[in-house]
């Protein structure tokens, strides 16, 4: 299968993010807590005269709170979430593999990842940011 | 009517128009199924929508091309050409006559009949005589569906902020006039396209209101009652999912009120009232809610009867009989219950009271009672303009803001006000608003906020069920915003009922009043005192003027008092013989202003009237006519302004009617009239409900002696002795129905009592 992924660091790890589940790239504004949420709800952000659910991959995937604004969008079931990611790298076609028989992940990143893509050489973790909000329905791989 | 003929006509010529492909196709392969069913779709439509709108022509076609293409369908009959034929032409007949009824021209119905045997097995191939029609009336309306208008609406919001936005950098840039001018004028035609967007959403009532002479008559023929129907304020507009939300709420309303309510004829002749049951259903706007009112004539809600029923569902009688009058009529809203002893084909089909109350809320809505036994029922549903936009209060917790919806705020007060007290049960705080205890929630506890200062504010919300006391650190601003629902991660904590991007570009939650009451663990159960003395007296709402007071600030005085309006020049008005006064017709009259008048060239007057005696008061400009709200807080100290009300979230003072003409009418005091002397701490109280009883009593009636003045009589709420003389008799009253605790003293509300006891001590006969 191949398609065109999302390169970011997101956690501090590596990813690759589907760019079927990636509706923008942007930089949040005032990001506006949202008490009582789960962890990951970090708050929500305006973005032109919507209303985003702001999700920090962080808090889950640990590493404390993302320090950016910058957030990849996507939208589920007709609401809008950011999902903090540290950097972008690059948007390129790539081809998915299945992870190598024997690879598992660990925690919460064996409910988010489900394959590997290659670049230059290194592989990197192909995930589904959708899994990331909570209450939202996981992709089945 | 009108509306649903021009609608039938919209979309019998939509479907015509998709339908013609499918007419070819089908002339070409007869056997195709699938154009077969949607060519018996239109002719079904047709037909159900004729004999709805009594178009028995249309019907009679239609219905005869159903009849055949359900043959076909079924495999009775084959579809032969002439068949094709004969349908073809028949559904060419309908397109013609409904743009006949369109142009309001007349179409012959020569050859229909022919059209009809044509559909006939074995029949010739009718040709009709070919008509000419008058050129079709361009369309004026266009059907759109609800998510391009949502589209709209959100466009709306964006250009919105945009425009915000474009401002605040032009302000920060210090733009040059010019500039300025056009955003201003940007700014007016954005504000008027808002407007006129929200307004695509809007729907006369009509449309909700229209099926009910129908439905009032086929239930009251049901029952053997004959009922007459009163509809009032069909064209007023509200949103058009609102309108499909209220549409089971108020049949049911209806149904009720003919089932339970009025009487049959045997029984309302018996009871010296007409024959025919008077139901009437009116709409009105008032600011930003919808007031829907069903009021009927019939016997009322039986309170003992609910009381019965809800003691038989196991509720204690003891309980039950401890309620308030009005907890008592809101067992009507308990699921469950009926009056009924016998369930009817009309309601009591387990569709409830409770279910329309539900409803209602909602829809951000509340749901009212007034019950006179024997008299009737009136219900009034509140419900707001739209779904999508809500009038809400902001309120801050730390550095967060969040938003309530105002129609469920009761009242806003200052936790460190006079009448407030908070107090620790164990480790439940509770909160005391002028004797009315409340159970108190703190947002900031509630939310986990850490807050640096302390709670400033109490907002007292009534939910379903009870009401509690929300405090926060500050109350901003009243706002009207567009909410719309948080992601399902957001609302799964249960504490927000959405989110809103006001014009600050800044999103806002929308608090959940309900869920964060049930968060916090309040539960709440009947309240076996009456809740406050405001509250006992319940009455329908009295309309009163919203006005510019001559100071700028915003008043209401009630409306039943002001004889009229009018403008006069400040010339007019001259301080003389020791007070102000205005010469108006020819008369002299006592005037009253609050404020400088000098400065202008004339003012408005309000001609109060009470009886004889007429009082003006200078205004600088009357407003609107609203609501009085049911709750009055009252002022500290007797004067011009008898309390303070909440209004749309703004403070507004009250006008005191009674101070007014016993301080400024020119009333025919009688030297002889006792007065009496209202002392001690309560006199506000005394002030506002016992004034008027006494002084039609006869009694001259004040809170302060003038000099000289001595009083003929006491009266006090205090159990301390007045300061006063001590030779004068004093009549203490109490609070408490029972007498146990408070021996010698008489229960306030016992006007008699009271009475007998004033000219027992005053010694004065009246």
Same mark, same amino acid.
């Given at each position: 299968?191949?398609?065109?992924?999302?390169?970011?660091?997101?956690?501090?790890?590596?990813?690759?993010?589907?760019?079927?589940?990636?509706?923008?790239?942007?930089?949040?504004?005032?990001?506006?807590?949202?008490?009582?949420?789960?962890?990951?709800?970090?708050?929500?952000?305006?973005?032109?005269?919507?209303?985003?659910?702001?999700?920090?991959?962080?808090?889950?995937?640990?590493?404390?709170?993302?320090?950016?604004?910058?957030?990849?969008?996507?939208?589920?079931?007709?609401?809008?979430?950011?999902?903090?990611?540290?950097?972008?790298?690059?948007?390129?076609?790539?081809?998915?593999?299945?992870?190598?028989?024997?690879?598992?992940?660990?925690?919460?990143?064996?409910?988010?990842?489900?394959?590997?893509?290659?670049?230059?050489?290194?592989?990197?973790?192909?995930?589904?940011?959708?899994?990331?909000?909570?209450?939202?329905?996981?992709?089945?791989? | 009517?009108?509306?649903?003929?021009?609608?039938?006509?919209?979309?019998?010529?939509?479907?015509?128009?998709?339908?013609?492909?499918?007419?070819?196709?089908?002339?070409?392969? *007869?056997?195709?199924?699938?154009?077969?069913?949607?060519?018996?779709?239109?002719?079904?439509?047709?037909?159900?929508?004729?004999?709805?709108?009594?178009?028995?022509?249309?019907?009679?076609?239609?219905?005869?091309?159903?009849?055949?293409?359900?043959?076909?369908?079924?495999?009775?009959?084959?579809?032969?050409?002439?068949?094709?034929?004969?349908?073809?032409?028949?559904?060419?007949?309908?397109?013609?006559?409904?743009?006949?009824?369109?142009?309001?021209?007349?179409?012959?119905?020569?050859?229909?009949?022919?059209?009809?045997?044509?559909?006939?097995?074995?029949?010739?191939?009718?040709? *009709?005589?070919?008509?000419?029609?008058?050129?079709?009336?361009?369309?004026?309306?266009?059907?759109?569906?609800?998510?391009?208008?949502?589209?709209?609406?959100?466009?709306?919001?964006?250009?919105?902020?945009?425009?915000?936005?474009?401002?605040?950098?032009?302000?920060?840039?210090?733009?040059?006039?010019?500039?300025?001018?056009?955003?201003?004028?940007?700014?007016?035609?954005?504000?008027?396209?808002?407007?006129?967007?929200?307004?695509?959403?809007?729907?006369?009532?009509?449309?909700?209101?229209?099926?009910?002479?129908?439905?009032?008559?086929?239930?009251?023929?049901?029952?053997?009652?004959?009922?007459?129907?009163?509809?009032?304020?069909?064209?007023?507009?509200?949103?058009?999912?609102?309108?499909?939300?209220?549409?089971?709420?108020?049949?049911?309303?209806?149904?009720?009120?003919?089932?339970?309510?009025?009487?049959?004829?045997?029984?309302?002749?018996?009871?010296?009232?007409?024959?025919?049951?008077?139901?009437?259903?009116?709409?009105?706007?008032?600011?930003?809610?919808?007031?829907?009112?069903?009021?009927?004539?019939?016997?009322?809600?039986?309170?003992?009867?609910?009381?019965?029923?809800?003691?038989?569902?196991?509720?204690?009688?003891?309980?039950?009989?401890?309620?308030?009058?009005?907890?008592?009529?809101?067992?009507?809203?308990?699921?469950?219950?009926?009056?009924?002893?016998?369930?009817?084909?009309?309601?009591?089909?387990?569709?409830?009271?409770?279910?329309?109350?539900?409803?209602?809320?909602?829809?951000?809505?509340?749901?009212?009672?007034?019950?006179?036994?024997?008299?009737?029922?009136?219900?009034?549903?509140?419900?707001?303009?739209?779904?999508?936009?809500?009038?809400?209060?902001?309120?801050?917790?730390?550095?967060?803001?969040?938003?309530?919806?105002?129609?469920?705020?009761?009242?806003?007060?200052?936790?460190?006000?006079?009448?407030?007290?908070?107090?620790?049960?164990?480790?439940?705080?509770?909160?005391?608003?002028?004797?009315?205890?409340?159970?108190?929630?703190?947002?900031?506890?509630?939310?986990?906020?850490?807050?640096?200062?302390?709670?400033?504010?109490?907002?007292?919300?009534?939910?379903?069920?009870?009401?509690?006391?929300?405090?926060?650190?500050?109350?901003?601003?009243?706002?009207?915003?567009?909410?719309?629902?948080?992601?399902?991660?957001?609302?799964?904590?249960?504490?927000?009922?959405?989110?809103?991007?006001?014009?600050?570009?800044?999103?806002?939650?929308?608090?959940?009043?309900?869920?964060?009451?049930?968060?916090?663990?309040?539960?709440?159960?009947?309240?076996?005192?009456?809740?406050?003395?405001?509250?006992?007296?319940?009455?329908?709402?009295?309309?009163?003027?919203?006005?510019?007071?001559?100071?700028?600030?915003?008043?209401?005085?009630?409306?039943?008092?002001?004889?009229?309006?009018?403008?006069?020049?400040?010339?007019?008005?001259?301080?003389?013989?020791?007070?102000?006064?205005?010469?108006?017709?020819?008369?002299?009259?006592?005037?009253?202003?609050?404020?400088?008048?000098?400065?202008?060239?004339?003012?408005?007057?309000?001609?109060?009237?009470?009886?004889?005696?007429?009082?003006?008061?200078?205004?600088?400009?009357?407003?609107?006519?609203?609501?009085?709200?049911?709750?009055?807080?009252?002022?500290?100290?007797?004067?011009?302004?008898?309390?303070?009300?909440?209004?749309?979230?703004?403070?507004?003072?009250?006008?005191?009617?009674?101070?007014?003409?016993?301080?400024?009418?020119?009333?025919?005091?009688?030297?002889?009239?006792?007065?009496?002397?209202?002392?001690?701490?309560?006199?506000?109280?005394?002030?506002?409900?016992?004034?008027?009883?006494?002084?039609?009593?006869?009694?001259?009636?004040?809170?302060?002696?003038?000099?000289?003045?001595?009083?003929?009589?006491?009266?006090?709420?205090?159990?301390?002795?007045?300061?006063?003389?001590?030779?004068?008799?004093?009549?203490?009253?109490?609070?408490?129905?029972?007498?146990?605790?408070? *021996?010698?003293?008489?229960?306030?509300?016992?006007?008699?009592?009271?009475?007998?006891?004033?000219?027992?001590?005053?010694?004065?006969?009246?």
């Amino acid at each position: 299968m191949t398609g065109l992924f999302l390169i970011a660091q997101l956690a501090g790890r590596a990813v690759a993010i589907d760019s079927a589940q990636v509706e923008s790239v942007v930089d949040l504004g005032t990001i506006v807590p949202v008490p009582c949420a789960e962890a990951q709800v970090r708050g929500l952000a305006a973005l032109r005269s919507r209303v985003v659910t702001v999700i920090d991959p962080r808090a889950v995937l640990g590493g404390g709170m993302s320090a950016g604004s910058r957030a990849v969008i996507t939208c589920i079931d007709g609401h809008h979430y950011a999902i903090l990611v540290d950097a972008l790298e690059d948007i390129a076609p790539f081809e998915v593999r299945p992870l190598a028989s024997g690879v598992v992940l660990e925690g919460v990143w064996s409910s988010i990842g489900y394959g590997t893509i290659e670049l230059d050489g290194t592989p990197i973790l192909t995930i589904d940011v959708r899994a990331l909000v909570p209450g939202a329905l996981p992709l089945a791989a | 009517m009108d509306d649903l003929l021009r609608e039938f006509i919209a979309e019998t010529r939509e479907t015509l128009e998709a339908l013609s492909g499918e007419i070819v196709a089908w002339e070409a392969t *007869p056997d195709d199924r699938e154009r077969l069913d949607a060519i018996f779709r239109f002719v079904h439509t047709v037909k159900g929508s004729c004999g709805f709108l009594d178009l028995p022509r249309l019907s009679r076609l239609s219905h005869a091309a159903e009849d055949v293409l359900a043959a076909v369908r079924s495999g009775e009959r084959t579809p032969d050409t002439a068949l094709v034929n004969a349908v073809l032409a028949i559904v060419d007949r309908i397109g013609e006559i409904v743009e006949a009824i369109d142009a309001g021209a007349p179409l012959h119905d020569t050859g229909e009949e022919l059209l009809i045997a044509a559909l006939h097995e074995g029949a010739e191939a009718a040709m *009709p005589a070919p008509v000419v029609l008058a050129r079709r009336t361009p369309a004026r309306s266009v059907r759109l569906n609800v998510e391009l208008l949502d589209r709209m609406m959100n466009g709306m919001s964006d250009m919105v902020l945009a425009r915000n936005e474009l401002a605040r950098r032009l302000r920060d840039a210090g733009a040059d006039p010019a500039t300025e001018a056009a955003l201003d004028r940007l700014s007016a035609t954005v504000a008027e396209m808002r407007d006129t967007v929200t307004r695509t959403r809007m729907q006369k009532i009509d449309a909700l209101f229209s099926a009910l002479p129908r439905m009032v008559r086929d239930t009251a023929a049901e029952l053997g009652k004959s009922v007459t129907l009163h509809i009032e304020g069909s064209d007023v507009e509200l949103d058009r999912e609102m309108i499909e939300m209220m549409r089971d709420p108020l049949v049911h309303i209806v149904r009720n009120a003919i089932d339970h309510g009025i009487e049959v004829p045997a029984a309302r002749r018996k009871a010296g009232k007409r024959e025919n049951g008077r139901l009437a259903v009116s709409a009105r706007q008032s600011g930003n809610q919808i007031i829907i009112m069903i009021e009927d004539d019939g016997q009322g809600i039986d309170v003992d009867a609910l009381m019965a029923m809800a003691a038989r569902d196991g509720r204690s009688e003891a309980e039950l009989r401890r309620l308030s009058d009005r907890g008592k009529l809101d067992l009507v809203f308990e699921a469950g219950l009926t009056t009924r002893e016998s369930v009817t084909a009309i309601s009591g089909r387990g569709v409830g009271m409770d279910v329309v109350r539900a409803n209602v809320e909602r829809i951000g809505g509340r749901i009212d009672l007034a019950n006179t036994p024997g008299k009737g029922l009136a219900i009034a549903i509140r419900v707001p303009l739209t779904l999508s936009i809500i009038a809400a209060i902001g309120v801050s917790v730390g550095d967060q803001r969040f938003a309530i919806s105002s129609p469920t705020i009761d009242e806003i007060v200052s936790i460190h006000g006079e009448a407030i007290r908070i107090d620790m049960l164990g480790s439940t705080p509770v909160a005391t608003v002028r004797g009315r205890r409340l159970p108190l929630v703190d947002l900031a506890g509630a939310l986990g906020i850490v807050r640096e200062g302390t709670a400033g504010k109490l907002v007292i919300l009534s939910i379903s069920g009870g009401s509690y006391a929300l405090a926060v650190d500050d109350v901003l601003d009243h706002e009207e915003l567009v909410v719309k629902p948080a992601a399902p991660t957001v609302m799964a904590t249960g504490l927000y009922a959405g989110h809103t991007l006001p014009d600050t570009g800044v999103p806002m939650l929308l608090l959940d009043c309900a869920g964060i009451a049930a968060s916090a663990g309040i539960r709440f159960w009947r309240e076996p005192e009456a809740e406050s003395c405001g509250r006992e007296v319940e009455a329908p709402a009295v309309p009163a003027l919203l006005f510019d007071d001559l100071d700028g600030v915003r008043r209401l005085v009630v409306l039943a008092a002001i004889d009229r309006i009018e403008s006069v020049p400040t010339e007019a008005i001259r301080h003389s013989a020791g007070r102000l006064r205005l010469s108006l017709d020819g008369r002299i009259v006592p005037l009253v202003a609050q404020g400088d008048w000098a400065d202008h060239d004339q003012v408005q007057i309000l001609r109060l009237r009470d009886g004889d005696t007429e009082i003006a008061y200078a205004v600088r400009e009357a407003h609107d006519i609203v609501d009085l709200p049911d709750i009055v807080v009252p002022a500290r100290v007797p004067g011009p302004v008898a309390g303070v009300v909440a209004l749309a979230g703004q403070h507004i003072e009250l006008l005191d009617l009674f101070w007014l003409f016993g301080e400024h009418g020119d009333l025919p005091t009688r030297a002889a009239a006792p007065l009496c002397l209202l002392d001690g701490s309560e006199t506000v109280w005394m002030t506002s409900f016992l004034k008027p009883v006494l002084e039609n009593a006869g009694y001259r009636v004040t809170a302060a002696l003038k000099g000289g003045d001595r009083p003929d009589v006491v009266l006090t709420m205090d159990a301390a002795t007045p300061a006063s003389d001590a030779s004068v008799p004093v009549v203490r009253l109490r609070r408490e129905r029972e007498a146990a605790a408070e *021996p010698g003293t008489i229960y306030r509300y016992d006007r008699e009592a009271l009475l007998a006891a004033l000219t027992l001590s005053s010694g004065v006969g009246i």
